[in-house]
């Protein structure tokens, strides 16, 4: 089964990965770091607690990793999907358990992988599931009127932008209704903690542990002719049309996925890839990765010299 290998950026601790005091050394270890994730890969991006703990929230594909990563920073901070969504960061701190396995396991179950309806949105917001708490903002009119018991047709938000919204919550807090105002200022305190948090760990294309070379050393693996393909090619994609690279890339972001899943640490997002057999090491990051899951690890979160933090993510029925 091929291994997809995660790495830390080197010499990068947390906050702004485009300004070098944020690394270790400066300005010579972030040229190190943009210079190799000028590639392919697929990247786990969250927040850092005060004690070097890592939440994971979002996993993501890119045809250049770095193109995208100060772009969660500065601008995806507040998630624009539909199924992508915004939630008060400082319940992931105070309780990740709880945010981890109630909070965004609900989000997914009953938003994400669902259609998104006014009765699957009603029962996201009400008891049993009560996301009101949790829920902060994602892309829908009825969902904020409904988070704040207001009619429908009170504020038709639809597609604004982000900061649009924002402005407009404040706004309409000022001409009474407080809810939106509320809702606007945790809004905020949850863009300076990711702002001030922000972290990443990155499996790339390239390189001798590099997810191509994986699946090249695999010949019985589904998705071997296509890391041919890209090896002989380079194409990720084409316009609109998926090539091998974004192929494998959408692949190795299903199973990365299923794979934190597996330890109770659900992301913000939809993985679109059919699932394929991987074993994704997290070894790099097991020590300080936060642990609300099955696998267990001394102290709960784990110490240097542990065993590897390999899970394995087979499709159904096995390919051997």
Same mark, same amino acid.
């Given at each position: 089964?091929?291994?997809?290998?995660?790495?830390?950026?080197?010499?990068?601790?947390?906050?702004?990965? @485009?300004?070098?005091?944020?690394?270790?050394?400066?300005?010579?270890?972030?040229? @190190?770091?943009?210079? /190799?994730?000028?590639?392919?890969?697929?990247?786990?991006?969250?927040?850092?607690?005060?004690?070097?703990?890592?939440?994971?929230?979002?996993?993501?594909?890119?045809?250049?990793?770095?193109?995208?990563?100060?772009?969660?920073?500065?601008?995806? @901070?507040?998630?624009?999907?539909?199924?992508?969504?915004?939630?008060? /960061?400082?319940?992931?701190? @105070?309780?990740?358990?709880?945010?981890?396995?109630?909070?965004?396991?609900?989000?997914?179950?009953?938003?994400?992988?669902?259609?998104?309806?006014?009765?699957?949105?009603?029962?996201?917001?009400?008891?049993?599931?009560?996301?009101?708490?949790?829920?902060?903002?994602?892309?829908?009119?009825?969902?904020?009127?409904?988070?704040?018991?207001?009619?429908?047709?009170?504020?038709?938000?639809?597609?604004?932008?982000?900061?649009?919204?924002?402005?407009?919550?404040?706004? /309409?807090?000022?001409?009474?209704?407080?809810?939106?105002?509320?809702?606007?200022?945790?809004?905020?305190?949850?863009?300076?903690?990711?702002?001030?948090?922000?972290?990443?760990?990155?499996?790339?294309?390239?390189?001798?542990?590099?997810?191509?070379?994986?699946?090249?050393?695999?010949?019985?693996?589904?998705?071997?002719?296509?890391?041919?393909?890209?090896?002989?090619?380079?194409?990720?994609?084409?316009?609109?049309?998926?090539?091998?690279?974004?192929?494998?890339?959408?692949?190795?972001?299903?199973?990365?996925?299923?794979?934190?899943?597996?330890?109770?640490?659900?992301?913000?997002?939809?993985?679109?890839?059919? /699932?394929?057999?991987?074993?994704?090491?997290?070894?790099?990051?097991?020590?300080?990765?936060?642990?609300?899951?099955?696998?267990?690890?001394?102290?709960?979160?784990?110490?240097?010299?542990?065993?590897?933090?390999?899970?394995?993510?087979?499709?159904?029925?096995?390919?051997?």
């Amino acid at each position: 089964m091929p291994k997809i290998t995660f790495q830390v950026p080197n010499g990068f601790d947390k906050g702004n990965p @485009a300004n070098p005091e944020n690394y270790v050394g400066g300005q010579a270890n972030l040229k @190190a770091v943009k210079k /190799l994730l000028k590639q392919p890969g697929v990247y786990i991006w969250g927040i850092k607690d005060k004690k070097g703990k890592f939440f994971p929230l979002y996993i993501g594909i890119r045809k250049d990793i770095w193109s995208r990563i100060p772009q969660h920073y500065n601008g995806n @901070a507040y998630m624009g999907a539909s199924t992508s969504g915004l939630f008060d /960061l400082n319940q992931l701190l @105070a309780n990740p358990f709880n945010f981890y396995t109630t909070t965004l396991l609900n989000f997914n179950l009953f938003w994400v992988n669902v259609n998104h309806t006014v009765a699957n949105m009603v029962f996201m917001l009400n008891p049993p599931i009560n996301l009101k708490d949790s829920l902060v903002y994602f892309r829908s009119s009825r969902a904020m009127n409904r988070h704040c018991t207001l009619p429908d047709i009170t504020y038709p938000i639809h597609n604004f932008t982000h900061q649009d919204a924002f402005n407009e919550y404040n706004f /309409l807090n000022g001409i009474g209704l407080t809810c939106l105002g509320g809702l606007a200022n945790r809004m905020l305190n949850t863009k300076n903690i990711i702002r001030d948090n922000f972290y990443f760990v990155y499996a790339p294309f390239d390189g001798p542990n590099g997810i191509i070379n994986s699946l090249l050393n695999d010949p019985q693996h589904p998705l071997n002719n296509k890391a041919v393909e890209f090896q002989a090619k380079g194409i990720y994609n084409v316009g609109r049309a998926n090539g091998p690279g974004k192929d494998i890339a959408e692949r190795v972001e299903t199973a990365t996925k299923k794979a934190l899943e597996k330890i109770n640490l659900y992301t913000i997002g939809e993985a679109p890839g059919a /699932l394929y057999p991987f074993e994704i090491d997290l070894t790099a990051i097991q020590n300080n990765l936060i642990n609300v899951g099955g696998y267990v690890y001394p102290d709960n979160y784990g110490k240097a010299g542990d065993p590897s933090l390999e899970i394995p993510v087979p499709n159904y029925p096995p390919y051997y």
